[in-house]
């Protein structure tokens, strides 16, 4: 029984070196990209050019390292819970595992399936739910039109990956994609999360202003015009830039999506208004049977 709590205790803190690193990964990612565009505001030459080639694929090579991060984040997540519960039920013990839940004014508690939490906030903006990723106390998933699926696909990972080596962008539904994740951190503070804590030109409103405009770039690419035509509209120009410039990724799962780590600030405001987004369907999961 030692040996079990010792592993059990070595898992959590291995699991938690992880989480740290998902974290300092996407902060690099940020990082990188707000310097290189601060630098635009005075360096528009070939040389700034190709220096954008190099952070593309430097945030592509880190775009890779956090898909397969949070692939192995979730497998030990639920190693680490299975052995604590085995560990709860050799102690005696009737309750598994406890998490804490965000105590905040600015959420009111919906009843949910399962012993999931579920928030709703109108400072998420409207239509958009949080539940408590059961295999991590301090993950919150928005919850999608099909996220009793993607719980599946996401606790007991039985399945397997095809890449797409040519991915075309496609309109989905923004509901039919899952695996939006916030941290606790970032439930407990919505104004932090949509201004990125005050960085200059960030706003719910700026936002959901830009995923509004989704509908008319594709009516208008649908009807003939080019994105680089629609680009002389300012208003239309930052849709471009926000959504089709570096669209959002997902990866299929049967008749749903699975968010790949970047954008999801853009998903949620699609979400929120419940239309269609423009994504790189970057591969398909299917289960092993």
Not at 1 to 8: G, L, T
Not at 27 to 53: F, P
Not at 155 to 181: H, K, W
Not at 196 to 207: A, C, D, L, V, Y
């Amino acid at each position: 029984m030692s040996m079990v709590n010792a592993d059990s205790v070595q898992l959590f803190a291995m699991l938690k070196k992880m989480q740290d690193s998902i974290s300092s990964i996407e902060t690099t990612k940020k990082s990188v990209k707000m310097k290189y565009e601060q630098l635009g505001a005075g360096w528009q030459d070939k040389k700034y050019n190709e220096l954008g080639v190099v952070v593309r694929d430097c945030n592509k090579a880190l775009n890779d390292i956090l898909v397969i991060m949070l692939q192995a984040e979730k497998y030990v997540a639920l190693l680490a819970k299975s052995l604590s519960e085995y560990e709860s039920v050799q102690l005696g013990s009737t309750n598994g595992i406890s998490a804490s839940t965000p105590q905040t004014s600015s959420f009111a508690v919906t009843p949910s399936s399962a012993d999931t939490t579920t928030f709703e906030s109108n400072t998420f903006g409207s239509n958009l739910a949080f539940v408590q990723d059961r295999l991590s106390a301090e993950r919150y998933f928005s919850r999608g039109n099909h996220y009793e699926e993607y719980r599946d696909y996401w606790e007991n990972g039985n399945y397997t990956f095809s890449r797409n080596e040519n991915p075309e962008l496609v309109y989905v539904r923004a509901r039919d994609i899952e695996g939006v994740y916030l941290s606790d951190r970032e439930l407990g503070n919505p104004e932090g999360f949509w201004t990125r804590n005050g960085r200059e030109g960030w706003s719910r409103e700026n936002i959901l202003r830009r995923a509004s405009h989704i509908q008319d770039v594709r009516q208008n690419t649908e009807s003939g015009m080019s994105l680089d035509e629609l680009s002389q509209n300012p208003v239309l120009d930052d849709t471009i830039r926000s959504y089709y410039n570096n669209p959002v990724q997902v990866a299929q799962v049967g008749s749903y999506y699975v968010f790949q780590s970047d954008g999801r600030h853009r998903t949620l405001a699609v979400q929120s208004l419940d239309t269609y987004i423009p994504v790189l369907v970057t591969g398909s999961y299917t289960r092993n049977d």
